[in-house]
């Protein structure tokens, strides 16, 4: 079966899910339903396997094609003279890569200074460093995107540079006008501030060794291999830092959303939790915030696979698969983004959060070094590489987010 005809099977079998579903209208669900259920979620998920895998398949022939038109386009750039500004510096970049800045031509040196410029940290290529260019920023930021759903909904600024920046933040859901009568003096209602720090902590992919005869090896695409090495690395630090970050510690890390986030509902039992205690998150935020376009729920893969399997009072399932092209899968009717940098079900442990997420606000820094290292790994014959980035979050709107809590343990 192909990956086209896998699909469609899967979208004819979501679609019949929720047909089903909404046939049963209000009606408690006897066993016969629960089981037919369950069966079409098994299928369901087998399907979601299989497609994984072909989508692997098919990613690893793109990347083969991909590193070959890439070598194919560098000899034809060299036969028939020099391509675009930006072919240019990705040849200059390739080059640093493998060789270092040595073996970059005076042309390339020049492109590398102009970025340097660009990017005002002028003298980072005389020290082992260079300025990376947008579009290998562009395969980082792409692979990062497996790892950090909250990321893929919150709202995401991006800056040239990495200095502090003072947000407001405030608290307006108890605010509301008054009535007046004829003639009468409007009374006043200041408006209250916080002010929460939209900051650039730095993270690092952390050292990554490459042998020399992989990096000289002219079939393998170098720059999209380090990519994806440091995008996962990074992808993973940063959130698990946005999700859990204390905004205390040395060094400093950023205010995540379940520091900045209040409980909005707590669990009757540590370790497990039931649909009315969803519910009840989910209502204790104000209709206005529900109503937003980014409204989710935000929950790991664990607790996923829980909700999968739990239903209301009536016997219902909770969670309804998404349809290609049509609705998108829901857990009480309420979209939800996967991230596992949220905490698992657990004493005391803010596990799942509802809110506006376009109210928090994730800063990345646009620009970003990469440093050679050649000598430290030379008894190796390795060469080694180490990428910095910069962000920061800040929940500006207090009351758009709320979590649910597990039950505290006794004594804690």
């Known amino acids: 079966m192909t990956l086209a005809e896998l699909l469609q099977k899967r979208a004819r079998l979501a679609t019949e899910m929720r047909t089903y579903h ?37 990613a690893q022939d793109q990347r083969h094609i991909d590193d070959n038109a890439d070598d194919l386009g560098r000899r034809a750039r060299q036969e028939n003279g020099a391509g675009t500004d930006d072919e240019q510096r990705a040849e200059a970049f390739g080059a640093f890569l493998r060789g270092g ?18 990017a005002q940290a002028a003298g980072v290529n005389d020290k082992g460093g260079y300025t990376v260019p947008a579009d290998f920023i562009a395969q980082v930021h792409e692979s990062m995107k497996d790892y950090g759903g909250i990321a893929s909904v919150a709202r995401v600024l991006v800056t040239d540079r990495g200095n502090l920046i003072e947000w407001p933040t405030s608290d307006g859901t108890t605010e509301e006008g008054e009535l007046l009568g004829e003639n009468s003096e409007a009374s006043e209602g200041d408006v209250t501030f916080g002010m929460g720090s939209l900051g650039a902590h730095k993270m690092s992919s952390k050292i990554i060794r490459v042998s020399n005869e992989l990096l000289n090896d002219s079939a393998i695409n170098m720059e999209a291999y380090l990519a994806s090495r440091i995008g996962s690395r990074i992808g993973r630090g940063e959130a698990r830092l946005i999700a859990q970050g204390t905004g205390a510690g040395t060094p400093l890390q950023p205010k995540g959303l379940a520091v900045a986030t209040s409980v909005g509902k707590v669990t009757a039992a540590a370790g497990t939790f039931t649909w009315k205690e969803v519910n009840g998150l989910i209502h204790s935020l104000d209709p206005a915030y529900r109503r937003a376009p980014k409204f989710r729920l935000a929950f790991n893969d664990a607790t996923l696979q829980i909700l999968e399997e739990m239903e209301d009072g009536q016997g ?26 949220i905490a698992d079900v657990g004493a005391g442990n803010k596990f799942m959060f509802a809110g506006d997420f376009d109210q928090f606000i994730i800063r990345r820094v646009r620009y970003m070094v990469l440093r050679r290292l050649t000598e430290r790994y030379a008894e190796y014959d390795q060469t080694a590489f180490l990428a910095f980035h910069r962000f920061g979050c800040v929940l500006q709107d207090a009351s758009a987010m709320r979590a649910l809590q597990g039950k505290p343990a006794a004594g804690g």
């Open 22 to 58: 909404d046939a049963q209208g209000e009606a408690e669900w006897g066993d016969e339903q629960r089981s037919k259920w369950a069966s079409m979620r098994d299928d369901i998920k087998k399907l979601d396997e299989h497609i994984e895998r072909e989508e692997e398949l098919r």
């Open 101 to 118: 800045l040595r073996s970059l031509t005076p042309e390339q040196r020049a492109l590398a200074r102009q970025d340097e410029q660009r």
């Open 316 to 341: 219902r399932p909770l969670w309804l698969p998404g349809v290609a092209n049509g609705p998108p899968a829901t857990v009480l009717n309420r979209q939800y983004v996967i991230d596992q940098g």
